[in-house]
């Protein structure tokens, strides 16, 4: 039996997509991967080296789990500070801690924090009841953003509010129905582009940035990314500060995503970070030397940060989102694979829903414009198997 002792151990909070993408890379380093998850056989559970099913609310799980890995990091920003807290209590090893993703987690203290750096970001303000949202209302104009302070993602928990009439509505809509809740507004931003970047920091506090991109979304989920962004030098350079600043307020691990908007007169301003690897950064797969992923792995555990240089002129990724209600096994990969420019991933999900992510397509090309061309042909001809005929085909006919 093979004596795996001297290989380090990562442990991932998480199985989904995020984590199983860090397992491919994990496995590359050499790094064993266990994961915890709430439930049998996830996308990265069914690779890794350890599935532990089970909830991180459940501390003595969470403690054994933790106790296995020399260091342990997450999927996504849901979990619980006061949860991810035990793992550092106990005196094993979090990155990113519990005290960043904490700051990132309520989006309102996200805010504050990123505000008190002194990064530009849109007015917002804490409300408790409908009547403080109208109030925010009258002194910043509609239409404003009223958002969930937690758990918020891809629309969920926001509601764009266009009058005073639809506040009520909006308000039930995010906290079903509670009239007295703990939620913020942001004043609307007219952006003329979304931009995006990744921000990888070491545990020593040293960065290495990811070129700045272009986002483009669809019913609220992330479609396109293009890389690079089509902006000014000035734009480019004013997003690569205010993300790199933002990152090390809230003394930030590990790699980041960081999304912006810029407005007409060139104005760039912080909308959201995310603390793990991140949808629009995807793209680094194999349009950077070394992917986010990669670069997570070296930085949590404490090795030196890879180069973030684009491998072609232009790159770009597009989700492949559901389309129906159906299976998650493709129906037609000679259809994509045949061209040789496109890189499909298939995130092993069981089941397809409409607007469900279950994968991505990045093309390389010398153009911007021609990778995204390439990357939207190829998502149009991929099917995936109906719900009547739920097969999943072993040689591509």
């Known amino acids: 039996m093979n004596d795996f002792s ?38 990265a559970g069914s690779i890794a080296q350890k599935e532990v099913v089970g909830d991180p609310s459940d501390h003595e799980l969470l403690q054994s789990f933790a106790a296995e890995c020399g260091v342990v990091t997450l999927e996504s920003e849901f979990i619980n500070e006061g949860d991810l807290a035990v793992v550092e209590e106990a005196g094993g090893v979090l990155y990113p801690s519990s005290r960043s ?79 007295r809740n703990a939620l913020y507004c942001e004043a609307f931003v007219h952006f003329t582009k979304e931009l995006a970047l990744m921000v990888t920091r070491g545990v020593s506090g040293e960065i290495a940035l990811y070129p700045v991109v272009e986002t483009v979304q669809k019913n609220h989920i992330c479609h396109t990314v293009t890389a690079p962004a089509r902006v000014s030098e000035e734009v480019a350079a004013k997003a690569r500060n205010y993300a790199q600043q933002a990152i090390e307020a809230i003394e930030g691990v590990g790699i980041f995503g960081v ?16 603390p793990r690897p991140h949808n629009s950064g995807h793209y680094t797969i194999e349009g950077c030397i070394t992917s986010q992923f990669e670069n997570h792995i070296r930085a949590v555990m404490g090795w030196p940060l890879g180069d973030t240089s684009l491998r072609a002129p232009g790159v770009a990724m597009v989700n492949i989102l559901g389309r129906e209600d159906g299976s998650g096994a493709v129906e037609n990969y000679r259809d994509v694979l045949s061209h040789p420019g496109l890189h499909l991933h298939i995130y092993g999900k069981q089941s397809s829903r409409k607007g469900r992510k279950m994968g991505h397509i990045t093309a390389l090309a010398e153009s911007p414009e021609e990778a995204v061309r390439m990357a939207e042909e190829g998502e149009k001809r991929l099917l995936f198997a109906s719900a009547a005929n739920q097969r999943i085909p072993t040689n591509g006919r």
């Open 101 to 179: 993703v904490g700051k990132i987690q309520d989006k309102l203290t996200q805010k504050q924090t990123v505000e008190e750096a002194g990064i530009p970001v849109a007015p917002f303000r804490a409300v408790s009841t409908p009547d403080e949202a109208a109030t925010f209302g009258e002194e910043f104009g509609y239409p404003f953003v009223l958002k969930s302070r937690r758990g918020g993602y891809d629309g969920y928990g926001n509601a764009t509010i266009r009058s005073r009439e639809e506040i009520v509505d909006g308000w039930e809509k995010i906290t079903g129905g509670a009239l």
């Open 259 to 274: 999304e912006l908007f810029v407005t007409a007169d060139e104005q760039v301003l912080i909308n959201e970070l995310a």
């Open 6 to 43: 001297s290989f380090p151990t990562l442990g991932i909070l998480g199985g989904g997509q995020l984590a199983r993408m860090t397992a491919i890379a994990a496995f590359q380093l050499g790094v064993r991967v266990h994961i915890m998850e709430r439930f049998p056989n996830s996308p």
